[in-house]
């Protein structure tokens, strides 16, 4: 998943900070401001990982930081309604669903 969309992306321009697996919503925050990210994208594979997500929407909320980023979700555990619906109503910025990586780059080339 990830690293389908890291080659995708990084193959037509793009300089994909690829973190891994498992990070803390700091690790992503920090890395975002530190590579001057324009977007902030995060996969999952696990019906927690929704849950997650949707806790780190919430603290970039808190952080005062959701207008400087779009956020790009995908992977299994995800649905197009639930982050169309469900976490667009909770994040005050930007939230995209991508079906797979290259929806994924459409939505970037679309930002």
Same mark, same amino acid.
């Given at each position: $998943?990830?690293?389908?969309?890291d080659i &995708? /992306?990084? +193959? +037509?321009?793009?300089?994909v900070?690829?973190? $891994? =697996? ?5 690790? &992503?925050? !920090?890395?975002?401001? #530190? *590579? +001057?990210? !324009?977007?902030i ?5 696990l019906?927690?990982?929704?849950? =997650? ?5 919430? #603290? %970039? +909320?808190?952080? $005062?930081?959701?207008? !400087?980023?779009?956020? =790009? %979700? $995908?992977?299994?555990? /995800? ?8 976490? *667009?109503?909770i ?9 797979d ?5 459409? /939505?970037?080339?679309?930002?």
């Amino acid at each position: $998943g990830k690293n389908l969309v890291d080659i &995708i /992306l990084s +193959n +037509n321009g793009y300089n994909v900070v690829n973190l $891994g =697996i498992k990070q803390p919503v700091a690790a &992503i925050l !920090d890395a975002a401001q #530190e *590579h +001057n990210a !324009d977007v902030i994208g995060m996969s999952g594979l696990l019906v927690k990982s929704t849950v =997650i997500m949707k806790e780190n929407l919430q #603290e %970039l +909320n808190q952080r $005062g930081m959701a207008a !400087d980023y779009p956020v =790009i %979700l $995908g992977g299994a555990a /995800l649905t197009r309604a639930y982050v169309e619906q469900d976490l *667009h109503a909770i994040y005050e910025g930007e939230v995209r669903y991508a079906r797979d990586a290259f929806e994924g780059l459409r /939505l970037m080339d679309a930002l």
